[in-house]
């Protein structure tokens, strides 16, 4: 075996330990979620992607700009009126006890990639209507694998799902598999949602929004 196989063999072991970790782990677990898409940031995909998301020009730019979603002034997006994107994100936030994900400065496009998608998961949360119960995160899991493609760690997430769901709650599997394919067909049908730069838009009706990047809402909301 060549020291790059024996390499290959190792990565692929580390996978599959922490991937079957998780599925053992209850949901909602953010230490092995983190861990796993460590083990899985390998360069390559992240080349694939970068690739990919520079064919639209939102992405083009950002990958220019580097731009980051800042401090977010919750108090001052709850002023906003009720129909704006701001007031409906602070809403998500505070109703749901979560804080912004503040990444560190990005030095390279994966770095980037990375913490443009932490630091915006939230939003997007809110964007497509995807609550953060057990459906919505599976929804916005299918979502995320066709907007970003070559993603291992949203695929990984969507595997996990299934598994569980082999494993432990056979009875929730046509569920789950609708709301994966509603997902991603909401994701097919929607404009690219990446590099956009959200803090400029805020003041915005989020009816609007959803209008421009052609967002169908597959299910109600549940706030």
Known sequence: MSAREHTQQKWEELVLQTFLEMVRTKDGDLEVVAKLSQVLAD????KSMAIFLREHQEGKQ???EYPRLGNVDFNQLHKLPTNTLGYAYSNHMW?????????KQATNDYEFIGAHISETHDIWHVVTGCDTDIIGEIR??????????????WLSLLAKNLLKTTI?????????LETI???WMM?????????IQWNKLWHIPL?????????????????
């Open 43 to 46: 360069l390559d995909s992240f």
């Open 62 to 64: 950002a990958f220019q």
């Open 95 to 103: 109703h749901r006890g979560l804080t912004p994900f503040q990444p």
């Open 140 to 153: 916005l899991e299918a979502f995320y694998v066709k907007q970003l493609r070559f993603s291992r760690f």
């Open 168 to 176: 432990y709650q056979i009875e929730n599997s046509e569920k789950y």
């Open 181 to 183: 394919t509603e997902g």
């Open 187 to 195: 994701a097919k049908n929607a404009q690219p949602l990446f590099g």
């Open 207 to 223: 009816e609007d929004i959803r209008a421009n990047l052609k967002i169908k809402i597959a299910k109600q909301e549940n706030s």
